[in-house]
């Protein structure tokens, strides 16, 4: 197969979707590999280092979609880009239809095949392109609320481990899925006091099995929240209702008893988030303070690490990517159920109910 590589034209990306090491895999695997010029270097990847790996550098999207029998993005195609699918090219990539009207009518009409990385399933309804970015994003919510914990950052001024003689900082983590326990490891490793909070009592248990000594898990209930956000310095927001919005568990009243300069990360935030008071946040400006509480919620938070963003979903595409070239996605369709469900869109059919429904169309 022809494969692209395409360079990713949506605003404060960095990310790029394969690494040279991914390429040179590709090419073992008998494939030509594009890479649009430029590609790699938000992630710290030149194009010299693409060629080395077997690649041939190509100067323009359009040349790419042209060219490939399957084109490579991280995010969803952007409207310049949307004339140039081409009938049958498989295009696989972060999509997010059922948010997205105009993508997905265009999609359509391109007659593509849409292999969209969020819904491809795993062993146990896992999602396993998802999940690499919730382990950075939970990683960095916890090194986020040490930094905003500083005073010159508006914090309150205090050290997550504190020190010998010094109580450490009180960590609420709310939500046990993969944000919120790498949150609450990172949170333990820098020496905090963490309450990691789940509504699932299974998942409670299997985390006093494996999580550190100075994490509690705990029930999650109205009550607990309640309490515990008194005592933190820090609360991170990491829970998921499957197909709904984020819940709002620490309201406004509650802000008011919160210690002044205590930091809310709000993780949940690209699900609307589960703080009353979060509003979606950038990079360039990611944080302001409500009822002189310092809220983060950026809803993009791995794109600040993009050689660590890059190379962790890389390693979760890959071996779909090598499939889907090396045999078709009809072929790989028949027999993985997982990727199959990744199917959103073929040939100007929907096939993914979610997408259908979200707009009302033909499934
Ligand atoms: P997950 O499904 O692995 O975990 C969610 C957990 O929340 C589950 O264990 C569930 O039992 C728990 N939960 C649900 N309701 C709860 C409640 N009322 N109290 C306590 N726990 C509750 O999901 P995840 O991968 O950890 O993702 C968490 C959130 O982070 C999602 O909204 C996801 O979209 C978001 N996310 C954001 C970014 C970003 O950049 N901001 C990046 C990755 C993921």
């Given at each position: 197969m022809i494969v692209g590589i395409l360079k990713e034209i949506k605003v404060e990306e960095n990310r790029v979707s394969m690494t040279p090491a991914g390429v040179e895999v590709m090419v073992g695997h008998g494939h030509t590999m594009l890479v649009e010029a430029g590609a790699g270097a938000g992630s710290g990847f030149a194009d010299e280092a693409y060629q080395k790996a077997g690649a041939e550098i190509v100067a323009t999207p359009a040349e790419i979609y042209r060219r490939s029998d399957m084109v490579i993005h991280v995010k969803e195609p952007q409207p310049s880009e949307y004339d140039l699918i081409r009938e049958g090219q498989i295009v696989f990539t972060y999509f997010h239809f059922a948010a997205a009207e105009g993508l997905t009518r265009a999609f359509i009409k391109s007659r593509g095949v849409a292999v969209a990385y969020e819904t491809i399933t795993g062993p146990g309804n896992s999602l396993p392109l998802l999940t690499p970015m919730s382990e950075v994003a939970g990683r960095m919510a916890a090194q986020q609320a040490a930094k905003y914990a500083e005073r010159a950052q508006g914090?309150?001024?205090?050290?997550?481990?504190?020190?010998?003689g010094v109580a450490p900082a009180t960590v609420v983590v709310i939500g046990g899925g993969v944000v919120g326990t790498h949150a609450a490891q990172m949170a333990c490793g820098m020496g905090a006091k963490v309450y990691l909070l789940d509504m699932s009592l299974e998942r409670l248990r299997h985390l006093s099995e494996v999580m550190p000594k100075n994490c509690f898990p705990v029930m999650s209930s109205p009550a607990t929240i309640r309490e515990l956000v008194k005592e933190a310095d820090v609360v991170i927001g990491a829970v998921l209702v499957h197909g709904a919005k984020a819940p709002k568990l620490v309201t406004r009243d509650m802000l008011k008893t919160m210690k002044p300069g205590a930091v809310l990360v709000d993780v949940a935030i690209d699900q609307?988030?589960?703080?009353?008071t979060s509003r979606p946040t950038t990079h360039r400006e990611p944080t302001y303070l409500e009822q002189g509480v310092l809220h983060y919620c950026v809803a993009n938070m791995p794109g600040a690490v993009p050689l660590t963003s890059t190379a962790a979903l890389t390693n979760a595409t890959l071996p779909y990517a090598v499939a889907l070239a090396d045999r078709g996605w009809r072929d790989v369709a028949r027999s993985n159920a997982g990727v199959r469900e990744g199917i959103n869109i073929a040939l100007g059919q929907v096939t993914y109910r979610g997408v259908a429904e979200a707009f009302g169309l033909e499934y």
């Open positions: 914090g309150r001024g205090i050290l997550l481990g504190g020190v010998p609307g988030g589960c703080f009353e």
